[in-house]
């Protein structure tokens, strides 16, 4: 089984609609993050969580929120999906080491019209 | 000038030949560097990690590391097709408060 997975894999919804991507770990790791990816601007960090109480705004977390339900899930959501929201989105994790080094999922591409 | 910076390619190597691939960045303070591999459509692999200045080698991947200029490389040595893919490069920046930051990645088409 996958160490991250991230559940819908892909996703059509209409402007104005709320959607949900969620993020599970087995893991063990602490530190949670969600990053979107557009063609050409690499990954940008949306939140970030380092653990079950702590919840952090990334570079980009305008028309986004999240929700840490336990150590192994992370979720975010967009109350009001837009078109410019239209990307892939990954999950990663990191254990709190030296090192940092962060594991993705396998992406939900989400798809705005 | 962005945090993290990677010609975006493409790349164009024979193959058996040794891709070079570089990244620099802007905070001098920063102490992890990463390097990962995408293939379209898919999430990024990590391929290598470095923390200290000099080279260091993992199979067919060498990356090396000046704190002094501030730039990073990857040599993918024996390039085979299968290493067609983009490749991110990834920096802990301590302006950031240690979040990692990506580049916009090299895409790297190796040709038969």
């Known amino acids: 089984d996958a160490d991250v997975t991230q559940t819908p894999r892909n996703r059509i919804t209409k402007t104005g609609k709320r959607i949900m991507l969620e993020c599970s770990q087995t893991k063990g790791h602490d530190r949670m993050y969600w990053y979107r990816q557009d063609p050409g601007l690499g990954l940008r960090l949306i939140y970030y969580s380092f653990d079950v109480k702590d919840i952090n705004k990334g570079e980009i977390s305008d028309g986004y929120s999240v929700s840490r339900q336990a150590q192994a899930k992370f979720s975010l959501s967009l109350e009001s999906a837009i078109p410019n929201q239209t990307a892939l989105y990954f999950c990663?994790?990191?254990?709190?080491?030296?090192?940092?080094?962060?594991?993705f999922g396998p992406g939900t591409r989400l798809t705005v019209l | 000038q962005k945090e993290v910076e990677q010609n975006s390619g493409p790349l164009s190597v024979p193959e058996g030949a040794i891709a070079s691939l570089n990244c620099t960045y802007s905070d001098r303070g920063s102490q992890s560097f990463f390097w990962y591999r995408q293939y379209s459509g898919k999430s990024p692999e990590l391929i290598m990690s470095?923390?200290?200045?000099g080279d260091k080698e993992d199979g067919r991947f060498t990356a090396q590391l000046n704190k002094a200029s501030q730039y990073v490389s990857l040599l993918i040595r024996d390039s085979q097709p299968s290493d067609s893919a983009t490749y991110l490069c990834a920096v802990k920046l301590e302006a950031a408060g240690n979040k990692l930051t990506f580049g916009g990645g090299t895409r790297v088409l190796v040709k038969p």
């Open positions: 990663a994790t990191s254990d709190w080491d030296y090192t940092d080094t962060q594991y």
């Open positions: 470095i923390y200290s200045n």
